[in-house]
């Protein structure tokens, strides 16, 4: 999937790639003209048959040429370097977009830090042996190909034998260890995520890492990570660093097999005293590109195992899809039907929700309340469609809820989550969500509606204020209003709220919900509350409790039943009288 996306940029960028390629050759001819160049100077000089003037044009070619190698290093950088940092940006890009259409189970099975390693180490990966890894190759290989054929051709071919002979036991040696190179290198990524997601874990929960005294105990959690990768890093580097000896070895024992033979040749007159100093210029030349044969093997196996691991992210597909989307209105009206709806949440085996049945006419509030764990929130995942809804039990304007656009469904759903997720942006992006098409009016008149509009106004910066990772920096119940405000300025035809109102006080939670009920006289609405007061107001009302509807009803018939509706309203109204009582002295 990886290699798709990379011939995809390669092909858009061809043109570019092609004259960044071609500038690096004619460097690399230009290159290996000079040393050629210089031995005839110097043999020139040596048999006295050649005037100053004439040494003069020579070096001045000299010059030009290194000009010319400037001119087309610059090129080919800005050519192929530079494409190189486009395509990090293009995979991280696609990388992104791939994730948004993962379900959440795809995100309660990986963490956080492994995602990060992911989108940074290995796109990274990828980028560097792009840039460095291709030129390094492609250089090499005019360089080395060249160099030997002109060191054979035109000097001597069994003095070029004798210095390349200790040349190849690097190159074996190099090859050997590129697949242990290779499996270091995944530890290492593993390592680093797990890093990662511990430092993620706990700056977001610092509050309660601070509240429980657990600093030193996450100090040396996160001591013990740092240890793991220092060890998996330093067995990759006792790897990696077998390379550089090796040819540094190799590369003097080759020098003195040339110095040695190379100067009885140059006695004997099998070769020139310039052809001799060129032999050595190549030679010399050639070191640089076999020293980089192992950090290219490096880079590409580092490649190989980022595009592995990356694979693993998008060859994983979403189990939500459009698989017979209808021509639905864009706009609903807003009717909700559930019939006889089950459902088992993946690699589970109890039911969370058992024969659930309701009819909800458009413009009516369901109110749904019932303890923790009976099955409200997952009603409502599934009304989302952030799991797989089975067919033939949800409904919405008589629609099969999986026969209609995902991208409608959601953008027609209002929805506050429990955990009221705020950016670290202003309060304005926050409930406008980035979208340019609100206008400063329209994210006013959410923020008054949610009770929320003047703490804004308190704020230094109004709406501009920028609130810090996930809202640390307002209350609870300011969360949960500027969610509200969110989802009120989107005007969707279902508005839902999960125990929206918990964290604000009993005054601000019967202004909200007088703003709502004014809200939804045009549109259907689902409250899910633990406080009764929050949904008596609704026109039927479900008590779920281990996934079944134990009663439903209104407010006066529920209160008739005497049932558990009956005894949580009776309870949480002494706890707010005796709360009141408090309050009062």
């Not at 390094?136 to 390349?164: C, E, H, Q, Y």
């Not at 039907?337 to 309701?358: A, C, D, G, H, Q």
């Not at 304007?397 to 429990?418: C, F, H, K, M, S």
Request: charged share 20%; net charge positive; with cysteine.
């Amino acid at each position: 999937m990886v290699r798709k996306y990379i011939k995809e940029f390669l092909w858009t960028h061809k043109v570019k790639y092609i004259l960044g390629i071609t500038a690096l050759i004619c460097s690399g001819i230009l290159t290996l003209a000079m040393p050629k160049l210089l031995g005839y100077i110097i043999d020139c000089l040596e048999k006295r048959v050649v005037s100053q003037s004439r040494i003069a044009w020579l070096t001045g070619g000299m010059l030009l040429m290194a000009m010319a190698i400037f001119g087309l290093k610059y090129l080919w950088r800005n050519l192929l370097i530079g494409r190189a940092r486009d395509l990090e940006c293009y995979l991280r890009d696609k990388f992104f977009s791939h994730l948004q259409t993962l379900p959440l189970k795809f995100y309660q099975q990986k963490k956080t830090g492994d995602l990060m390693a992911y989108a940074i180490n290995d796109i990274g990966a990828i980028r560097r042996a792009f840039a460095f890894g291709l030129v390094s190759l492609i250089d090499g290989v005019i360089i080395n190909s060249s160099s030997l054929f002109v060191m054979a051709k035109t000097i001597n071919p069994r003095l070029t034998l004798i210095g390349l002979a200790p040349l190849l036991v690097a190159v074996v040696v190099i090859f050997k260890i590129k697949n242990p190179l290779r499996r270091s290198f995944l530890k290492v990524q593993a390592a680093y995520a797990n890093i990662s997601e511990k430092t993620q874990e706990n700056i977001s929960g610092i509050r309660v890492v601070k509240a429980y005294v657990q600093e030193e105990a996450e100090k040396k959690k996160l001591g013990l990570a740092s240890f793991q990768r220092m060890r998996v890093m330093l067995d990759y580097i006792k790897l990696s660093a077998i390379v550089g000896p090796t040819v540094e070895i190799c590369f003097g024992l080759s020098f003195s097999l040339v110095l040695v033979i190379g100067s009885t040749y140059v006695l004997d007159g099998l070769i020139t005293l310039g052809d001799f100093i060129a032999f050595n210029t190549y030679l010399g030349m050639l070191q640089r590109p076999v020293r980089h044969i192992a950090r290219i093997v490096e880079i590409w196996q580092r490649a190989m195992a980022s595009s592995s691991r990356l694979d693993e992210i998008f060859l994983t597909k979403s189990d939500i899809m459009d698989d017979h989307p209808v021509n639905a209105k864009e706009r609903f009206n807003g009717a909700l039907e559930v019939r006889n709806l089950s459902f088992t949440y993946p690699r589970t085996e109890s039911e969370v929700l058992k024969n659930i049945s309701f009819k909800l006419e458009a413009g009516q509030t369901l109110g749904l309340i019932g303890p923790t764990g009976s099955g409200k929130s997952t009603l409502i995942n599934l009304l989302l469609r952030l799991y797989p809804v089975p067919r033939g039990h949800i409904f919405i304007d008589g629609i099969e809820i999986n026969d209609l656009p995902l991208a409608t469904l959601r953008e027609n759903i209002g929805y506050v989550p429990q955990d009221n997720f705020l950016f670290s942006a202003s309060l304005n992006d926050n409930i406008r969500f980035f979208s340019e098409r609100f206008t400063l009016e329209e994210i006013e008149a959410a923020a008054r509606f949610a009770s929320v509009y003047e703490n804004i106004i308190e704020f230094p910066d109004g709406f501009e204020t920028v609130v810090g990772e996930r809202g640390i920096t307002l209350s609870g119940g300011q969360k949960q209003r500027v969610s509200i405000a969110r989802a009120v300025i989107k005007d969707p035809s279902i508005l839902v709220l999960d125990d929206s109102l918990s964290a604000v006080d009993t005054q601000t939670e019967a202004e909200i919900l007088a703003n709502i009920k004014a809200i939804l006289k045009d549109r259907t609405g689902i409250i899910i509350g633990h406080r009764v007061s929050s949904i008596k107001h609704a026109d039927w009302i479900i008590v779920l409790d281990e996934g079944r509807i134990i009663e439903e009803g209104n407010h006066e018939q529920l209160m008739a039943k005497r049932g558990y509706y009956y005894q949580l309203y009776q309870k949480q109204l002494v706890e707010s009288r005796l709360q009141e009582v408090g309050e009062n002295g």
